[in-house]
């Protein structure tokens, strides 16, 4: 059995999410950032810009967990323009024995957590730069 880690990277309403979701079995397998802001109890979702760095640590404990749980298909799903924080899973994923799988999502189904336009621009210009 090889087990994947599938690294999900992307602008705000690029697909990474809905991608996700394709890949596994158990929606708890997929892991973003963004799920640091969502109320489990409401699903509602309350971006608060401050806690982006403890949303992401979060977000890297929770992945470490379900690797060394052993869990086949493993997702995280977030923007990750920059080449570190690619590097930082794919090593997770080497370290734990799972084959790293980048994909960068370039979709446009617009954002469903109301990212200000002038903020998606600024994703869109760094994306477009990270691509080169």
């Not at 809905?18 to 596994?24: I, N």
């Amino acid at each position: 059995m090889n087990k994947t880690l599938y690294i999900l990277r992307g602008i705000p309403g690029s697909g990474k999410s809905s991608l996700a979701q394709l890949l596994v079995d158990e929606p708890r397998h997929v892991v973003e950032a963004d799920d640091y802001f969502t109320d489990p109890q409401t699903g509602k979702y309350h971006f608060q810009g401050r806690l982006i760095g403890e949303a992401h640590k979060c977000c890297q404990e929770r992945v470490a967990q379900l690797l060394d749980l052993g869990i086949e298909r493993v997702v995280v799903s977030n923007t990750s323009l920059r080449p570190q924080d690619v590097r930082l899973y794919t090593k997770m994923a080497e370290d734990a024995g799972y084959t790293p799988f980048v994909i960068r999502c370039e979709n446009d189904f617009g954002n469903i957590h109301g990212v200000p336009e002038e903020k998606m621009e600024m994703f869109r210009a760094y994306a477009r730069c990270a691509s080169r």
